[in-house]
């Protein structure tokens, strides 16, 4: 079994490096094919450890010492329990079905091998991150998924917009990362170790000693931890005000846009807080603040995605809102919630992604929803999964989303954790937002009238069977991931990976009242979530099928409403003026001035200056001519009589 | 182990007389012949110091390999040299560097071939020596005698500006050695007659002068190193230095002012060490900060490599003075990896310099269009240079914050900003340069790199992947030395 915990990351991997640096070599047949049996491999492994894991066998144990120093040990070593066992086949099978869409997607691309050692060697990036048993080894591949996401980002990089955005992208996740390194840099300083085993099971002595990092101002210990890392998880899982760089990965093709900025690595950081549950358990102003971040994300990302133009954008503020959910969840303290909904927010945001992958490639790189329209009769599959995506995301009862955010809504609103009003609050406005701007996105894409030109129409047509395979696919555990939320969610799937003190214990209170997937169904239909869902896709059936000229006047009604949406608060520009434009001016400021007129204006080139003004008055005594030296010597004994006088 | 053997001899004379017999090719007629010669004595050079990592004793935290004879019996001066895990991986680096810069001259340099190749072979005698020498006045010769042919490389082949960076270079670094020389002939006098380290590290002091000595050698070193505010030397060097002169520089001859710390200012004054602490700390972080803003907004490649190097420098210093293993052992491993990364930086630029004569970040644009696999081998050290984990950049800065923390959070908080001020210089370095449209014609006419250039940045690829994904090996051979250290800048001499 330890074999094949080793084969998961390090076969895709071995695709990577092959297809990497021998690409040019072998071509672009083997290129993928290599890759796809690789990453094939990793996924018939990671479901052989699940399970393994099902029946009980958790293994916690490292691989090699990295670095011993003073009297800490930093191992690379591994933790297969329930929580990383999940995200291995989540990671896995999207990983795979992005592999088989890309040769769809990238067919005419030069890059393409090069595209498929990224994709690979994101996966096992994704693999040493969730299994990790560490803090250090979570941080390596925190930051190589970071990387990875840099360099698909700017796959395209002759483009000036994709070259922007994944420094962007880079810069704003090195944010959060600095506040990730210090929160596991106060972990160890504290726990003399960063093995998750051992960090954990001394946590709760921790819990009430303080720390004065401002004199005078005490703090909890454990509560600055995790707000740190919880920094961190906040550059990665795109929070506000750290979301900005997610709309503009957009730019990279859309396989890892649904691979990379939906279904996995931007979940990370809900992984890594549902992993360090001990921790947050344990402060209630780093669970609140993670309340009202997530709820902040949720409403006012799903706003911004009403009106949106751009097929993949639309799909990309629905990613943000929806990480906004999961975010809320782990505020709650509901993390198995959070887990559920990280899942099947994984398959259906895939298929969204995939499917807008789909009609791009049919519109011929057109991404603007407003000149397509009526693409239903032309690709049937396309527009059925995208619609089962849907209507799992508006969440609609029966299908996967419905009952993870269900549970979601029910669980902060047993949450008593500060701020739970205000999130609640978001969770359920914004569940109207979602259906509106989801069944926006296919009524304009896939209902009315074409309106597209001419010669794109001609040449409308499904997408081959490698694009479409994947998303039949993953539209199987979009409709059906649901119907396990008894076990997961409220049974005792996470048991041994998630600690909730009983305090917090919303989810279990919530699951007393749990009577089986058709009792929730039931139940729901007498619940506001679902109303407000069926009133959102009723609104986008209006607005943009039977009554196609109100958006236009809408608009024009509410327009200062409008346009602050449209520019998405203003928060790029704002940014854009305070850290890009200030750190230029500050720069420029120390080096002209400190650098070049101080240091070495005045000091050095000051020094040498001085030197030569001495050497130049001391000359004139150097004439040659002997009264000269005669003068200089009786004023010098004159000098030092008098000083010799007056010494007394 | 080779008892008796003069093995640290061997490595300091043997590139030392090989670089003679380069010279003695004489004129550019016989420069193929001085290639050989250089690139054959300098790889020599580097296999016979490889015993002294695999004959190491880590367990041991004296000197090894030590070689004792008199010198002046008159004044008590010896040659006497030895090793501990501290100097021994900073031999290593040199050594292993010197085959890089023959390398990286290969082609470029067409005048004065012998000399040119003749003064890196010396300067990594000399520079060994520095590293090994247990006795104050031979240690004072080497680390005097280092300042020649780094002067000769900038002054000879180096850019148009070179007369007044060679001479900065060499007045800002003399003056600082001035004092040094100084605290030794105090120390000679305060310990009855001895020039030996070993035997000032059991010297006791009173505080003041331990202060005095410190801000001698503090002068001194703090130039090399170079530290804020005695820096400003090193941007300019780096801009005129020929592209080896360049990675010797930030490679090797950065690395003596951090092993003087260690050797010298910890050991022999620590109580002054201990209370001028704060003050090291503060330079240091000013360092990280400051001039990781200044390589900002540099529009000249070298000069924002320079500016980043002693950004990353900082992290040494500051790793030195949190007297935790962790900072001190951190301190090391940067040292070593930033001899990687710094070497490979200067080598990127210059590939790009060899083709298009040209720094100015402004002149490219668009390089990876024509270069692809110089483009990857950039990216990978650009990644390394902004502490990307996996690559061995990270590994010096992880420990020195982990360190960091231990004494101050808001010590750690400042050194930490390097992670976003480090990507986003040298990101946006990369954005301009490599990525984009091709902006210019001559950019049009880039070939990729040669098989030699892939050599080199091979070469360099691996050390920086291997010494981020295993350091075991790196900081297995510092313990012994590094905990000893620490246990005697705890004890106080007063």
Redesign the interface.
């Known amino acids: 079994m330890q074999t094949l915990y080793l084969l998961v990351p390090l076969a895709p991997l071995i695709g990577a490096i092959i297809a990497g640096l021998f690409g040019r070599f072998i071509g672009r047949t083997w290129s993928h094919r290599i890759t796809i049996t690789l990453v094939f491999v990793s996924l018939v492994a990671s479901i052989i450890i699940f399970m393994d894991v099902l029946e009980g066998n958790v293994f916690n144990g490292s691989v090699?010492?990295?670095?011993?120093?003073?009297?800490?040990r930093f191992e690379i070593g591994f933790l297969i329990d329930q929580l990383s066992a999940t995200m291995m086949v989540v990671v896995s099978l999207v990983s795979l079905m992005v592999h088989i869409y890309t040769i769809g997607y990238m067919h005419d691309d030069p890059g393409y091998q090069r595209f498929f050692s990224y994709i690979s060697l994101f996966t096992f990036s994704m693999m040493m991150l969730v299994m990790s048993n560490n803090f250090l080894q979570l941080?390596?591949g925190?930051?190589?998924v970071g990387?990875v996401s840099?360099?698909l980002i700017?796959f395209w990089?002759?483009r000036?917009t994709a070259?922007?955005a994944n420094?962007k992208a880079?810069?704003v996740n090195?944010?959060g990362?600095?506040g990730f390194?210090?929160g596991i840099?106060?972990v160890?300083?504290h726990f003399g170790s960063l093995d998750y085993a051992t960090v954990f099971a001394n946590a709760p002595q921790l819990a009430d000693e303080t720390?004065e990092?401002i004199p005078g101002l005490p703090w909890l210990v454990i509560s600055v931890i995790c707000i740190l890392l919880f920094i961190g998880a906040m550059g990665k899982s795109a929070q506000f005000p750290l979301h900005v760089w997610l709309p503009d990965s957009m730019e990279g093709p859309t396989p890892i846009s649904a691979l990379i900025h939906a279904a996995t690595m931007v979940t990370a950081g809900i992984f890594m807080v549902a992993r360090m549950s001990p921790l947050f358990e344990l402060s209630e102003a780093a669970l609140s603040m993670i309340l009202i971040v997530g709820g902040i994300t949720t409403l006012f990302m799903a706003l911004v995605a009403v009106v949106q133009n751009d097929i993949k954008r639309v799909v990309a503020y629905s990613t943000l809102s929806q990480l906004g959910y999961m975010t809320v969840a782990l505020g709650a303290s509901a993390y198995s919630a959070a887990m559920f909904h990280l899942m099947t927010h994984a398959f259906f945001k895939a298929v969204l992604f995939l499917g807008a992958g789909s009609v791009i490639i049919a519109m011929h790189h057109v991404q603007n929803m407003q000149q397509m329209g009526g693409l239903k009769r032309y690709m049937p599959i396309t527009y059925w999964t995208m619609f089962i995506a849907a209507v799992a995301s508006a969440g609609v009862p029966g299908f996967s989303g419905f009952f993870s955010k269900d549970a979601i809504i029910e669980a902060v609103g047993f949450a008593n954790i500060p701020g739970f009003e205000f999130a609640y609050f978001c969770v359920l406005v914004t569940v109207f937002v979602t259906a509106l701007y989801t069944f926006r996105l296919i009524f304009m894409t896939f209902h009315g009238q074409p309106r597209m030109d001419a010669h794109t129409k001609e040449h409308l047509h499904e997408s081959p069977w490698v694009v479409t395979l994947p998303l039949v696919v993953l539209a199987i555990p979009t409709i059906g991931a649901g119907w396990f939320i008894g076990p997961i969610v409220f049974g005792s799937y996470f048991d041994g990976a998630i600690h909730v003190l009983p305090q917090h214990d919303a989810i279990t209170q919530l699951g007393a009242e749990f009577t089986g997937v058709f009792g929730m169904m039931i139940h729901a239909l007498s619940t506001a979530p679902f109303w407000l869902s069926v009133a959102g896709i009723f609104t986008a059936w209006y607005l943009y099928i039977a009554r196609t000229d109100l958006p236009e006047k809408i608009k024009r009604r509410i327009l200062p409403v409008y346009t602050l949406l449209d520019r998405k608060y203003y928060i790029d520009e704002f940014y854009s003026w305070l850290f890009a434009g200030g750190?230029?001016a500050?720069?420029?400021t120390?080096?002209k001035y400190?650098?070049i007129k101080i240091?070495?204006g005045f000091?050095?080139n000051g020094t040498a200056r001085v030197v030569a003004w001495t050497a130049m008055f001391v000359r004139r005594f150097q004439t040659g001519y002997i009264y000269h030296y005669a003068f200089s010597m009786i004023v010098g004994v004159f000098i030092l009589i008098t000083l010799w006088l007056y010494q007394y | 182990m080779l008892l008796g053997f003069p093995l640290l001899s061997l490595v300091i004379w043997l590139p030392v007389l090989i670089g003679l017999l380069v010279f003695a090719t004489g004129g550019d007629r016989n420069a193929p012949m001085a290639r050989l010669i250089a690139i054959i004595g300098s790889v020599l050079g580097f296999l016979v110091a490889i015993p002294l990592y695999t004959q190491f004793d880590p367990a041991l935290s004296t000197m090894q390999f030590v070689e004792k004879h008199v010198w002046f019996e008159r004044f008590n001066v010896h040659y006497h040299l030895g090793v501990d895990g501290i100097s021994m991986p900073l031999i290593l680096l040199n050594c292993f560097t010197t085959p890089l810069v023959v390398m990286a001259g290969w082609e470029v340099i067409r005048e004065r071939v012998s000399q040119y190749m003749g003064a890196f072979l010396v300067m990594s005698g000399i520079v060994n020596g520095v590293f090994s020498s247990l006795d104050t006045i031979l240690f004072y010769t080497f680390w005097e005698a280092s300042l020649i042919p780094m002067f000769l490389i900038i002054g000879i082949w180096g850019g148009p500006n070179r007369v007044y960076a060679a001479i900065?270079f060499f007045l800002?670094t003399l003056l600082g050695s001035l004092l040094m020389l100084v605290a030794f002939i105090y120390l000679y006098q305060a310990s009855d007659g001895s020039f030996s380290i070993l035997d000032y590290h059991h010297l006791p002091l009173p505080i003041e002068p331990q202060i005095l000595i410190f801000l001698a050698f503090l002068l001194a070193f703090a130039v090399k190193v170079p530290m804020w505010?005695v820096h400003?030397?090193l941007p300019d060097a780096h801009v005129e230095a020929p592209t080896g002169g360049s990675v010797l520089l930030a490679a090797i001859l950065l690395k003596m002012g951090g092993y003087g710390f260690l050797r010298f200012s910890l050991p022999i004054v620590p109580d002054a060490s201990q209370y001028l602490a704060g003050m090291m700390i503060a330079l240091s972080l000013i360092a990280v900060v400051?001039i990781g803003?200044?390589?900002?907004?540099?529009v000249d490649m070298k000069k924002l490599i320079a500016y980043s190097s002693i950004a990353h420098m900082g992290f040494v210093t500051l790793g030195f003075f949190l007297f935790?293993?962790?900072g001190l052992?951190?301190a090391m491993v940067q040292m070593i990896s930033h001899g990687f990364i710094s070497a490979a930086m200067f080598l990127c630029v210059g590939v790009l310099y060899d083709r298009l004569h040209s720094r100015q970040i402004a002149d490219y644009g668009?390089v990876?269009?024509k270069m692809p696999v110089f483009a990857a081998f950039f990216?990978l050290f650009a990644?390394a240079n902004a502490g990307?984990?996996?690559t061995s950049g990270?590994?010096g800065e992880?420990?020195v914050?982990?360190g960091?923390?231990?004494v101050n959070?808001?010590y750690?908080?400042l050194a930490?900003?390097t992670?976003?001020?480090g990507?986003?210089y040298t990101?946006?370095l990369y954005?301009r340069v490599?990525?984009?449209?091709v902006a210019s014609p001559a950019v049009e006419g880039l070939k990729d790199i040669s098989k030699r250039e892939f050599a080199i940045l091979a070469i360099l690829a691996i050390s920086v992947l291997w010494l981020g994904?295993?350091?075991?090996p790196l900081?297995?051979v510092m313990?012994a030395t590094v905990n000893e250290l620490l246990v005697h800048v705890a004890n106080s001499k007063l």
């Open positions: 090699y010492t990295w670095l011993v120093t003073g009297d800490t941080f390596f925190w930051e190589a990387l840099y360099l700017g990089y002759t000036p070259i922007y420094m880079f810069l090195r944010v990362d600095f390194l210090l840099a106060l160890l300083m720390v990092l750190s230029r500050l720069s420029s120390l080096w400190g650098d240091i070495d000091f050095v | 900065k800002y505010p400003t030397w400051y803003l200044v390589a900002l907004m540099q935790n293993a962790y052992e951190g668009g990876v269009n990216m990644m990307l984990p996996g990270f590994v992880f420990m914050i982990m960091a923390v231990k959070f808001w750690a908080f930490a900003t992670l976003i001020f990507a986003a990101l946006w954005k490599i990525f984009g449209e994904v295993y350091p075991f900081t297995e313990h």
